[in-house]
């Protein structure tokens, strides 16, 4: 499809899929929101755009609140794209260390480390069979669901779908009154990739007790080492159920990855903890930027 040149853009479209796809399979980013699906589902939320910039595929967004800014340039000349937008007081958005040390460390730059959107990245074969002691809270958990439930995990297909969207409902209704406004895009892009997810390439699973959907979680591979987990919701009434769905994603799914990224937890205290308390490998670190003087 047509992408106009910068200053113009249009809305990123499902027919982008083949170029984005092949753009990260040969950039094999670390950072989370570089897929496709990832970009696509929540498209609406940061309200993504595609523009040519200096003969360079550049993506531009819109923060939770409300900021503007760009990703980092994907093809073409890379520096003449980043100068021209940083000159015109953009903010560049998810940029890593690699990115970073290979080409702003010699421009006049202010670089900040955007905590609250670090990815957790973790060794997969951890969270598959949580070894050792430093797990064996999760371990309890699990076993205290196993031990008071029957339950299956399947592979998630078109016959669960109702089933997942009955459950994200009551995961809204529940955490939607406790939780910020970006909660509801989030179940917006849970929803969309639930109807989407074949023709967006994730796979998931689900756990089903007595026959009902309690738990789901969906995923695909980021890079060839890494997946990358994007949905997981379970009911908040089973205690147990989440870290079971979170070791099975990990046991059943990308199992020749070496690692897989958990994305970020926007500030969340709650999930701070929760992501912490799996002992990630690496915070994968993002940054924004903008010129030193604007």
């Given at each position: 499809m047509?992408?106009?040149?910068?200053?113009?853009?249009?809305?990123?479209s499902i027919e982008d899929k083949p170029l984005l796809d092949g753009i990260f399979a040969r950039l094999q980013p670390r950072i989370s929101e570089f897929t496709f699906a990832s970009l696509y589902l929540f498209r609406t939320a940061h309200a993504y755009r595609l523009s040519m910039v200096e003969e360079a595929l550049v993506l531009f967004g819109r923060g939770y609140g409300g900021g503007h800014y760009f990703l980092p340039p994907l093809t073409g000349n890379v520096e003449n794209a980043l100068n021209r937008l940083l000159d015109e007081g953009l903010t560049l958005y998810g940029t890593d260390e690699g990115f970073v040390n290979r080409y702003l460390l010699d421009k006049r730059v202010e670089i900040v480390e955007d905590r609250d959107c670090f990815d957790y990245l973790y060794l997969r074969r951890d969270l598959a069979e949580l070894p050792g002691n430093r797990f064996h809270k999760k371990k309890n958990r699990i076993n205290y669901f196993v031990s008071r439930h029957q339950y299956s995990i399947d592979i998630y297909g078109e016959r669960h779908l109702q089933g997942c969207l009955d459950l994200l409902a009551e995961w809204l209704r529940v955490r939607g009154e406790i939780?910020?406004?970006?909660?509801?895009?989030?179940?917006?892009?849970?929803?969309?990739a639930l109807h989407m997810a074949v023709p967006l390439g994730l796979e998931g699973l689900v756990a089903l007790v007595e026959g009902e959907?309690?738990?789901?979680?969906?995923?695909?591979?980021?890079?060839?080492?890494?997946?990358?987990?994007?949905?997981?919701?379970a009911d908040p009434f089973l205690d147990g159920i989440y870290q079971l769905i979170d070791r099975e994603f990990n046991r059943l799914l990308f199992i020749d990855c070496t690692y897989v990224n958990r994305e970020q937890d926007l500030g969340e205290m709650n999930l701070r903890?929760?992501?912490?308390?799996?002992?990630p490998l690496e915070l994968v670190k993002k940054f924004l930027v903008r010129r030193a003087d604007k």
């Open positions: 047509f992408i106009p040149r910068h200053p113009e853009s249009r809305p990123l939780e910020s406004s970006s909660i509801v895009f989030e179940a917006d892009a849970a929803a969309e959907v309690k738990a789901f979680v969906l995923g695909e591979r980021l890079t060839r080492e890494i997946s990358v987990c994007h949905f997981e919701k903890e929760t992501k912490l308390s799996y002992h």
